[in-house]
Every structure is written in C-alpha cells, then in structure tokens.
C-alpha cells in the first residue's frame, strides 16, 4: 500500500511521467531503512551532514526562484520557502548533529560528494538555461517526494524506529502544508505561463524530463547515504 | 550640517569615494521637498508606484544575493534583507497607496519608467557578471543613502511635513540597524574575499565604480519622482 | 512609404504588436538625419562611441543565448552573432572612430549613457530572468529594426549623405540574411517550444511586451545619440 | 617520465595545488587505454558519445565567460574557445560517431551519465555564484588537462594505438596555442582583479579549491568512460 499525497493536479501528472523513477526515489532501500530502523546511524549521519550542504544549494536555487518570479504570488512563495529551509529544516540537521559532535561550521564546509553535488547544479542549471516554470520542474521532486516519504512512513514506521523525529518533519502538518501550497502554486504558474491543461502542449515534455531527472537525482542521494561512513567525510577538500 | 551615519569602514570609503555623486544621491531637491514639505503630493504617490516596482527588482537583486553568498552568514542576511524588503518596505508603499484609491496589483503592474528600469537591471547585471562583491557594491547605495537620508531629514524636517511618516520609517531604530548590520557584513565580506585593506587592492577601482554608478542612478530616480505625475502612469505597457 | 522586410512570421506579429513604437524607433529624426545627411557629425560619433559600448553588452546577451539554447542550431547561430558583432559592426565602429583620433581602448571604456545602460542591462535580465523566448524578444528588435532602418535608407537616402557607410552595412546582403536567419530561428524555436501559433498562447502577451519595451528603448537610444556631444563623453567615471 | 607543458604561472601553480588529484586525472587508466590501444572500443565511443554532451554545456560555460568577461580581450578568447568548440572539436567526435552510425541528433540528445552532468554544472555553478575568475578556476581544467594529456600520447603512445587521430587533436599545434593563449589570458586575468602574485592573496585558496575539484570531476569522467557500454545509453530519458 501506498499513500499518493493530493499536492495538486501537476504533482499527479509529474508523478505519474516519472513512473518507475518516481517509485526508485520514494521507496529506496534508505527510505525502508529509515522506517523499520535498520538505516545504520553512520548512514544516517552521513545522510544527514551531506543534506545540510544540498540545504545551502537548494536555498539558493529557491532564492533563484524569487529572480524568475513573474507574480507576486511567487515571490513570495520562494521567499518564504528560502526562510523555511534555514531556519528550519537546517535546525534540525545542526540540533542532531551537534548531538554527534559535529559543529556547523563543519557542516558548512563538509566535502560534497559527487552525487550532492551532481543535483543541486543540475536544479540551478535548470534556473539558469531555463525559465521559472523550468526551475520548478527541478525543484519540486524534492518538496513533493519528502512529503510523500514522510506521510507514508508516518502510516507504516515501526514504534521505536530511532528516526521517528525524522519522519515527523515531513509527515507534519507544516511540511504537508508547504507541499500543498507549493502544488497549488504550480499549478497556478503552468496555467499562467501554458494554459489549462499544459500537459498538451509541445513544452510539456522537457518540464517532465527535467522533473524526473531531478527524481533519479534524489534515489541516487538515498543511495549515497546508505554507501556512506563518517569517517573522513568532514574534513576540507 | 549633515549627519554622516556610522555603518562601518567600506560604507566610509565608498561614500568618499562617490564624492559629489554622493551628495547629489542624499541631498537631492527631491529629498529637501519631503523635508520641509513642499513636495507636490502627485510626485510622491508617483514616486511610491515607482519605488513599489524597484521594491520588487531589488527583491530580486537580495535574493541573488543568497544565489552567490559563500559563508552562512551571506545567505541569512541575503533572506532576512528579501524578507523585510517584502514584508515592510513595500507594505508600507501599498498602504499609502490603498488611501490614493491604488492596489497592490495595479502596482505591480505600473509602467516601470527609464530611470527605474536602468537603476535595478544595472544592479542585477552586476551580480549576473560579477561575484558576491559586485553585486553588493551596486545594492548597498540605496540601503545605506537611505538610512542617511531619513537619520538627516529626522533632524531637519518641518513638524508638519506631510512625509512624516516616510521619514520615521527610514530614520527608525530597525531600518538603522538594518544599516549597521549590512555594514558590518560587507567589511567582513570584503576581508574574507580581498584583505583587511581591499581600498589597496587592484580591485578596488571597479566596487567604487559600481557603487559610485548605482548612487547616480538613485539620485536619477529622485529626477524621475519629482518630474512625475499620476496619471497615466497606472496603464500597462 | 516604408519597406516592410520579410523576416518571417514572428517578425511580422510582433512588429504590428509594437505598434506605435516600433514607428519611433525605425523612423526617428536620427534615421532621418542620416538618410538627408543632416546629422551633425558630433551627434553620430557621440552615437558610435556609445554603440561600441553597447555592442559590448549586446554581444554578452548574445552570449547568454548560447547558454540558454536549447538546441544546436540555437546555440549555433548565438555563437555566430557573438562573432559577427565583435569581428565586424564593431570594428566598424573602431575603424570610423579611429579616424576622428578615438581609440579601442577609449571606446570600451567610455561612460554609459543611462538609455544605453537602461537598454542592455534590460535585456540581460530578460535572459537572467526567463528563458530563449524571452530573451530573444529583447534581443531581436534592435537586430530586425536595423535591418529595416538600412533598407528603407539604402532606397530614400541622398546621394551624397556622409552617412553612407553605415547605410550599406545595415542594408547589405550579409546584414539581411543575418536578420532574415535570425527571423526563421524565432518561427522554429516559438514552434518547437509554444506550437505553431505561438500568439494564441496566453504567455504571447509577455513577449510582445518585451519586445515593445526594447523597441521604445532603441527609440530613447537614437534620442541620446541626437543629444550627444562628443566633448566630455570619453573620461572614465 | 612525464612532460609537464608551460602553459604560464598560474596553470603551474594551480597543477602543482591539485596534487594528486591532478595525476589521476592525467595519468587515468583510460588516458593509460588510449595510448597503449588497449582501450575498448565500446569505452571509447561511450565516452565520445558522452562527450559530446559534455561539449555542448562545456561551450555554454565558455559562453558565460562572454557574459562574465571585463575585458575586450577576454570577451574575444572566450568566444573564440565557444567557436573551437563547436566548429572543430564537436566536428571530430560527429565524425568519428557517424562512421559507427551514430547520427549528431542521437548525439545531442544522448542521455547524460551522472559524472558527465555533475561536471558540467558544477563549471555553470561556478559561473553563476561567482565571478570572471571563479569561472575559468573551473573551466580551465579540462583545457590544460587534456594539452598535457595529448603532449604525453604523442610521445609515450604505442605505434598503432587506434586512437592516434584522437591524440593528434589534443598533440597538435592547434590544441596547444590554445592552451598557451588560455594559461597566458589566465595570468592577465588574475594580475588584473587581484594582483601579480595572486597565490598570496586570501581569495586564492577557494580558486585552488575549485580547479580541484574540476579537476577531480575530470577523473570521474574518465572511470565513467571505462565503465561505458554503448547498447542502451542512446535512448532519450
């Protein structure tokens, strides 16, 4: 069984084009680990310190996000989504951190690796070369597949999982708000930019590549976490 | 008499350095008018349109800003900046504007005139091409001449000027400290990038170029306000 | 009577979409002045210099092209438009320039008149802040209008105008085909992105828009160049 | 024995601050494969395919370079690189593809590997976040590396390796001026924003930093390379 979140109509259409690389992402071998708390905590941990530098270079893609803006509306949203990121979901990464001994500052400066750092380029590339609707084609796997993580594990995690924080995170009711409001925002930007129904017109088809791209990018994330150790990974390159 | 307001070492530098431009920018006729209260009214709301619409380019210059920060502390005062400028500065516009029978749409959506246009895409250029540094050397006049502007006027302004309450918005304890604070950053910004002297760097001519540029584009967009008038201005392109 | 060229579709809806504007700009009293050869001899040469300035920053949006293609035969043909400006208009430039006892060195370090610095600055963040369409709808009014400008001077213009040299490179067979590839370019990159009647979608009003603001721009650059005197333009800022 | 090439003082400080990671890159058992001919075949057309790809973002960054340069002289070399690129490098790999009937469309839209796309947005990134120098600090890896690479073929390589056609490229005269134009450009460019000895100043270790780091992205280019196998690396995403 499967929880599918209702993050709007273009969350469903993105998600069903991603079709296998979507169900790769959101039921990784991470994802089941975190779950029944087999993820061993050097993964976790890892997971954890390379997810804080992803934080800083996805803040800044979203903060791209507010210098393609067209409308009001969407400045906002990346404004506030910019803001949601550092002061939250980046407090959560320093608190459990530091409880490992690992300060900020060494967060900051961590070796990114490859896979990390592979995705965050990719997302403000699509910035760059692309418009607002092709930065959100890449951004928004991350947004929308978490929450879906989130609410799915909330529904199937055992009782002592030891990442029972984690997953309150995302399967609160402030990240599903966010991703509600991000879907029906998208939703709003396709139709402003394409149309009613932007999945018939010639566009559609390199906004899905670029949303499923960013898909394989996040279970390749997953999958660096679970390949990953503590060890030598904070110091400087 | 004028007040010279302390916001750190690069704002001392480069305010000397822009020389009469400076002057030109902080004591335009424009500014004389909200003091002692001779400003016509219809330059004032044309003013406040045009300022809403650069609100919104200069929210987009601090938000890249948080695209080329390069230490933590860049990125929050890059997000907090974008924040109060979304969250205060433009609320205000939209206030007084409300009270002339304007909405926030029909703001958003003013004709932008020359010297608003030139002003904001010249900042953003100068992020597009430059680094952190450039950018911050064209977005800071308008921060700091602001602050000097309403700490002057604060002292020297007729009891009844009908600006009264533009002025205590600049000339108040938060948008000082907004000043003092995005002072102390561009020291530190600067030394990190340059050294503890970057005047006596080769670099130096071109941030005080930007910087120097960017104050005259102010000073135009004072020309502009005090040329302007309402009507008309309200039609979209 | 005018000459209408055929650059293909595009062209065609957004010259009519301008309207108004697209008349000041192609028949300005500058293009006038250089048909009749009425011209002063300061006002085109204050023009060049600040031509020469401008095909700086036009050939850098013509490079963001090539960065923002989404196929190779976009990137192609931004790639040879860099390459025609640097190695032929604006040698052009330096060669009359010379002449009067200007240098290169002089030209690329002259101050930026606002309406040139409004004009590029403007386009760039068209590129910065929406894709190829938007970008290319900055970027072509000054390359047809040119083209159209050199047509209808090459038929009406005296014998003996001074300005003749400049009228043949714009009305030349290879400036025309460049405006007539560049023309075909924009029906297949509309098609290949929106559908073959790019006027029917609701992003076709954004377009047109930028493609009217940059035409009124290159009116306010003839308008400049009219005001020009050569005395006091070459000193740095 | 290896042939270190002179490429100008700051190729030679950035070589020697890379260390290790440098070797890997120039000395990788698929650098090793070309050179003794024991590279498979199928390695060498996945890589050549690979790429391809490769060249296209790689000439968008040389691209941005335009955008981001200061001088005319900078503007020149980096169009020019745009233009090598596309007009003789690309050429070699269609040509090379073709005879094993692979056609420039299935070229261009080859599906990306992860190493190849983590490399090249990262040198974009580097673009976007910062300035001119960041940039080339980036770009200029691939350059110099492949001039070392090609100068140590010519003399090490077996007679009858099949990629000789390939070494040649990178040996040859051509290849090599553009990597003395590139390293002598360099040198100008840092003495101009920075100072003559630049590796004294704080920036330097972060330009340090990112040649590294491309250069390291280069290594992993190669292995994917090794690991190439042409069958099912055509279809579109």
Same mark, same amino acid.
């Given at each position: 069984?499967?929880? !599918? ?11 069903? *084009? ?14 089941? /680990?975190? /779950? ?9 941990? #890892? ?5 804080? !530098?992803?934080?800083? #270079? ?28 550092? &002061?939250?979901?980046?407090?959560? #990464? !320093? ?30 590339? $699509? ?22 993580? /989130? ?6 995690? !055992? ?20 991703? =509600?409001?991000?879907? *029906? ?9 394409? *149309? ?6 010639? =566009? ?8 499923? =791209?960013?898909?394989?990018?996040? $279970? ?10 503590? =060890?030598?990974?904070?110091? &400087?390159?």
């Amino acid at each position: 069984m499967n929880l !599918v979140p209702d993050y709007g109509r273009s969350f469903g259409l993105w998600r069903a *084009g991603a079709g296998d690389t979507w169900r790769d992402y959101t039921r990784h071998a991470f994802v089941k /680990g975190l /779950g029944d708390g087999t993820l061993p905590r050097s993964s976790f941990i #890892h997971y954890l310190i390379q997810d804080y !530098v992803y934080l800083v #270079h996805y803040g800044r893609a979203w903060a791209l996000g507010v210098v393609k803006a067209e409308t009001m509306a969407e400045m906002k949203i990346c404004a506030a989504t910019v803001d949601s990121l550092m &002061s939250q979901e980046m407090s959560l #990464h !320093v608190a459990v951190c530091a409880a490992e001994g690992i300060s900020e500052d060494e967060l900051f400066s961590a070796v990114e690796d490859d896979e990390n750092l592979a995705y965050t380029r990719y997302v403000l590339d $699509a910035g760059l070369s692309g418009d607002y609707l092709d930065l959100m084609a890449a951004l928004l796997p991350c947004a929308f597949g978490y929450g879906e993580i /989130g609410l799915n594990l909330a529904e199937t995690a !055992v009782a002592d999982t030891p990442y029972r924080e984690w997953i309150e995170v995302y399967a609160g009711a402030d990240y599903q708000d966010i991703c =509600r409001n991000l879907g *029906g925002m998208i939703d709003v930007s396709l139709a402003q930019r394409i *149309g009613d129904e932007p999945e018939k017109s010639v =566009r559609w088809g390199r906004l899905q590549k670029r949303y499923s =791209r960013a898909s394989a990018l996040e $279970a390749n994330f997953w999958s660096m976490g679970l390949r990953g150790e503590l =060890r030598g990974k904070l110091r &400087s390159l």
